[in-house]
């Protein structure tokens, strides 16, 4: 059974940074995309960033330049460094990867969520 769990969320001060990370376990075969969405206060659930397994590279346009995404192959995890935290960056991140298992695939999975709470 294919499983993403994130981990590093906290509680920063505006202006801090913080580094997300979610690693994929289970019988995976490949793992092609993986990214990271949001649910921020009184928004609908946002695309944050992608990664494909070549390093190739695509963000929300409110977030260039604050984010970046990066992966290890090897390790089958994502990563979300995130500086220059706002208030308006609280919410829940969810990693998400579109994996190719003993159960066929490519499907895509969504971790459980890790809480990020930037106070001003």
């Known amino acids: 059974q294919v499983q993403l769990v994130e981990s590093g969320g906290g509680l920063v001060q505006a202006g801090g940074s913080l580094r997300l990370s979610c690693a994929a376990s289970g019988s995976i075969f490949s793992i092609k995309l993986m990214g990271w969405d949001r649910q921020t206060q009184g928004k609908h659930r946002e695309l944050v960033a992608t990664i494909t397994s070549g390093g190739r590279t695509n963000y929300a346009d409110s977030l260039k330049g604050r984010f970046t995404i990066s992966r290890d192959n090897a390790k089958n995890t994502v990563y979300l460094r995130m500086n220059s935290l706002k208030p308006e960056d609280t919410g829940v991140y969810y990693c998400?990867?579109?994996?190719?298992?003993?159960?066929?695939?490519?499907?895509?999975?969504w971790g459980q969520g890790t809480q990020v709470t930037v106070s001003s």
């Open positions: 998400n990867a579109a994996i190719s298992s003993i159960v066929g695939g490519p499907y895509n999975y």
